[in-house]
């Protein structure tokens, strides 16, 4: 639990899940941290402090500014983030607030509300993961062994300079929680019509995501036993490592609103 880089708030206000990005870089904006852990735990403590009535444009600029004060705070040159975007503490999120009935889609998350399924995925994840998916594949049939694929990657090796070329797009192309400024446009809201049916937020750790808990734990499992590298059934810009109980980090909760009662 303390390597993970999601997390998940509640409280009266608001709830939210939010996935620290993997890092692309050894570099550390905190020495003690993985950037993409830091950047999980300062949008969770900023979204603990938000007034019950803020709205999407302010909360993103909000969160923004939080992050932003972090690179000042340790003396981070901001002119060299700017071309090097894959340094910045990065983060997704889905935000569910009470006071607008209203989930905000900040990034790489996942939700079902109203019996309907939302996502608001990263244009190039999927070519990617096509990418490493038919690296491995051809690996795999000219002797390359599947167990050690789960102890160094060579397929995620393959993309990588291109998953780190994509950074340059986030907050253009799409958006994420970076410290700089978050297009409000490629912000997706949704406005939840039946609070009291019950409202799922999950981070991009479930592949499939279900109305409860155990059935999406129990598709994700399936998923890990029957093609654990993550190169067939659902392709993915990661496996299952070794030592590690799934191919990523991942969030979910489960609410109901009972705001009419």
């Not at 490493?132 to 594949?137: C, G, K």
């Not at 490592?241 to 969030?251: A, E, L, P, T």
Request: charged share 25%.
């Amino acid at each position: 639990m303390q390597e993970c880089e999601d997390g998940i708030i509640a409280n009266e206000r608001f709830v939210a899940v939010i996935d620290g990005s993997t890092s692309k870089t050894p570099c550390r904006i905190n020495p003690d941290m993985r950037n993409g852990k830091f950047c999980m735990e300062l949008v969770r403590k900023y979204i603990s402090s938000m007034p019950g009535d803020i709205d999407v444009r302010a909360f993103c600029n909000g969160v923004t500014q939080a992050v932003r004060s972090i690179y000042k705070a340790f003396g981070i040159d901001i002119n060299r983030l700017e071309g090097h975007p894959e340094e910045r503490l990065t983060a997704s999120v889905a935000v569910y607030s009470h006071h607008y009935r209203q989930i905000w889609m900040v990034g790489d998350c996942q939700c079902i509300a109203d019996d309907v399924y939302h996502d608001n995925s990263k244009p190039q994840e999927k070519t990617l993961a096509e990418k490493r998916s038919a690296f491995l594949i051809t690996a795999i049939k000219n002797g390359l062994y599947p167990e050690n694929v789960q102890t160094e990657d060579p397929g995620r090796h393959y993309i990588l300079a291109e998953l780190t070329e994509c950074c340059k797009k986030q907050n253009i192309e799409y958006p994420v929680v970076d410290g700089f400024d978050i297009p409000i446009s490629k912000v997706k809201v949704i406005d939840v019509h039946d609070c009291g049916k019950g409202i799922v937020l999950a981070t991009d750790g479930y592949p499939f995501l279900y109305d409860t808990l155990a059935n999406s734990e129990e598709a994700l499992a399936a998923q890990l036993n029957n093609d654990p590298l993550c190169i067939y059934s659902s392709k993915a810009t990661k496996g299952l490592m070794k030592s590690n109980r799934s191919f990523d980090d991942r969030g979910y909760v489960r609410f109901v609103d009972r705001a009419d009662e």
